[in-house]
């Protein structure tokens, strides 16, 4: 069952300055983050909200409905691809359009900084600066983000690639370049892997702040949800666009044992440039979560476990 609500009081989708399209799945545990930030962009800064309620069991919906002028569509499906889908027609020709997580925090600035950065004719797709929030999180999963923050290999990685982010955007020559979110769980990897490098940008004075989650367990199912989801891509890829399973010489093949993936890392960008005793801590902390998760994805595809998008 599909439900629909429009609170906006315009008839047509003249008078936006973008498109905002979020999919939000049990979201009043968490806070509903982005709820205020919503309010904000639909009333003073003249956004289309578009929120995508899908198998929610809790105040979700009732909490999308407060912000004013909204779209609101709530599904008993609970799949984020569909939910993107399902934003992007209610969304209709209003673009630039930015895809937001609810769950992260970034500010009506950063938005509207994302937002001049698509105004170009030709396909432009664009990321923000993210910043995990890792101070109440175990010693491992600080290690790991600190990692990705001081090695150079994963520098260069972030600075070749949206993902991650749980915030991106496109204009509409861009958003031209494919039709609909595949049904996989890395939407993001996607929504990257469909640009060239030089059609994607990270806007530097726009910054979202991600959570990351508070104890070890959660963090390494996390960790294995992203690596089945790259799995899941790479077989939808090879299927639909083989030629871009690879888009930059500092993104190895996921299928890569970690041994060839080290080589591979330190071939293109070089390992790491400090022997100092923090940076091999932190290096090693940074693998040893990429074993167990890639070890951890391995077992549940060859159990045919099923695997939520949470």
């Known amino acids: 069952m599909v439900t629909v609500s429009d609170s906006s009081n315009a008839p047509t989708d003249e008078g936006y300055i973008a498109s905002i399209v979020v999919p939000a799945h049990n979201e009043e545990e968490r806070g509903f983050a982005t709820l205020d930030l919503l309010k904000r962009l639909s009333g003073e800064f003249r956004c289309l909200v578009v929120i995508v309620c899908n198998g929610c069991r809790d105040r979700t919906v009732e909490l999308a409905r407060t912000v004013p002028n909204a779209r609101v569509q709530e599904t008993q499906v609970a799949s984020k691809s569909n939910a993107l889908n399902a934003g992007d027609d209610l969304a209709g020709d209003v673009f630039p359009r930015i895809y937001l997580d609810a769950d992260v925090d970034t500010s009506p600035e950063s938005l509207l900084e994302l937002v001049n950065a698509l105004r170009d004719d030709q396909p432009r797709a664009v990321g923000p600066n993210v910043r995990h929030e890792t101070r109440a999180a175990p010693w491992l999963v600080r290690a790991y983000f600190e990692a990705m923050d001081t090695i150079p290999f994963l520098i260069q ?8 982010r749980g915030l991106y955007g496109v204009n509409l020559a861009g958003r031209k370049k494919f039709d609909r979110f595949p049904p996989i769980r890395a939407d993001d990897a996607f929504f990257d892997r469909v640009f060239d490098a030089e059609e ?37 890829m090879d299927e639909h666009h083989p030629e871009r399973i690879v888009v930059s010489p500092y993104q190895a093949h996921p299928r890569l044992s970690l041994r060839r993936r080290i080589l591979h890392y330190h071939e293109t960008s070089g390992l790491i440039t400090s022997w100092h005793p923090h940076t091999i801590y932190i290096t090693g902390a940074y693998f040893f979560v990429e074993a167990i998760s890639r070890t951890n994805a391995a077992a549940r595809r060859a159990a045919r476990s099923s695997v939520g998008w949470r």
């Open 157 to 164: 990685l972030r600075m070749h690639h949206l993902e991650g």
């Open 200 to 236: 994607k940008l990270t806007v530097e004075s726009a910054v979202v702040r991600v959570p990351v989650p508070r104890t070890l367990g959660a963090f390494l199912r996390g960790q294995t949800r992203t690596a089945i989801g790259t799995w899941e891509l790479n077989d939808w």
